[in-house]
Structures are given as C-alpha cells and as structure tokens.
C-alpha cells in the first residue's frame, strides 16, 4: 500500500511548522506501506494545485494531510472541511480572501473520506492526545482538507498542536478556528515534535488497517 502525507511549510513571520517537521520525521515505511511524504505551500491558490500534482504522480491508495492548529495542545481529527475561505491573515503570497467558496456550487461541507473514529480509537491506546474536530478553520489548512475530502482517493486532515523549539514562541496558527476564537487563542502544547511524528507513525498504522 502507498499512503501520502502532506504537512504545510512555516508562513507568517514564523520559520517553523510543526506538520512540516513532524511530517519529515514520519519513516518512509510502516507496517511494510510506502509513504511518500510533501510540503505544501500556506497559499488559497498553490496548495490545492500542488495537492491535486502529487496525487497525479504518486497515485496513494490512502491520503492523510496535516496542518499545524495554535490555541489547540491535542491532535485533532477533522471530520469535515467547509466551502469558506475566510483569512484572518494573508497567506505566504499576500491573498486574504474573505468568504469566498472554495469551489463555487459546492457542497456546504465535506465530510472526511477516512473513518476519523478508527484512527481516534488507535491514538487513544497508544496513548496519545486527540479528539474529533467539526471546525477546521477558514484559512488554507480547511481549504485543503475540503479539497482532500473530494478527491476518490480516501482522505482525513489532522491538526497538530503548533509546537515550536525551546525559545520561540508561534504567532500564528490561530487561524484553525473561526475569527473570534482565533483573536483570543494563546498558542499552547505540551507534546513534542519526535511525539507527534509517532502520533503520525500510528495514524499510518490505523490507517492502512482501514484499507485491507
């Protein structure tokens, strides 16, 4: 089986992502499954484009993207992702859209293509922090997760806490929640980077349970 994992490279003012680097650090086998392993770009435009050309080259069996989530301190699993683009802040190329479809008729909501509830029951007897997530945001991260869950090849978003190096401290992330919460959100978590990279070891394993 090939499984592909995407994380998203550092954006804002900060020069760390924590699903980036926790991406990188996942093996490039698990259980005997290949994994093929990408960044995408923090941009409304590029991400969906570059998602859309892995998935042309690699053709995966099974996709799992992660994005990093400031104000959150567990994993959470996305079960949908909404037709809204809303930023709070300008992505890496300067776009700020405001309540714009994603894809224009489109459905409301997505829901998640991979069963979120099979992967949460395996963090959890591994040990590991997690929930289920109704609100992927409005900013890039929401964007691909409701482009990943159109796709015909199974798909889930997962949002890591947005964990940085001993002193540094995030500026954003916060824009995984509606606009409210991201204003008053106060990027935390007591996990750390090599934890979430076997969090994701984990999910892989659940995952390729799932598609025997």
Not at 5 to 26: C, H, I, K, M, Y
Not at 57 to 69: M, R, W
Not at 130 to 141: I, N
């Amino acid at each position: 089986m090939h499984l592909l994992v995407t994380g998203f490279e550092p954006f804002g003012n900060d020069q760390f992502n924590a699903s980036g680097e926790a991406v990188r650090l996942v093996p490039d086998k698990a259980d005997g499954h290949r994994i093929t392993k990408a960044i995408l770009p923090v941009s409304f435009q590029r991400s969906g484009e570059v998602l859309a050309a892995l998935l042309q080259d690699h053709q995966p069996d099974a996709l799992i993207c992660v994005g990093e989530a400031g104000g959150r301190d567990e994993i959470s699993l996305e079960v949908q992702g909404a037709n809204v683009d809303d930023a709070r802040i300008p992505d890496n190329d300067g776009a700020q859209p405001v309540k714009q479809s994603i894809v224009r008729g489109g459905e409301d909501y997505r829901p998640a293509t991979l069963d979120p509830e099979i992967i949460l029951k395996a963090l959890h007897q591994a040990g590991h922090g997690a929930y289920l997530s109704e609100d992927a945001g409005r900013f890039v991260c929401n964007r691909i997760a409701y482009l990943a869950y159109g796709q015909k090849v199974p798909a889930l978003f997962i949002h890591v806490p947005a964990l940085r190096p001993e002193g540094q401290k995030a500026t954003v992330g916060a824009e995984t929640d509606n606009r409210e919460a991201a204003l008053k959100a106060q990027p935390r978590t007591s996990c750390t980077l090599p934890e979430l990279a076997e969090a994701l070891t984990v999910v892989l394993a659940s995952l390729a349970d799932q598609m025997k």
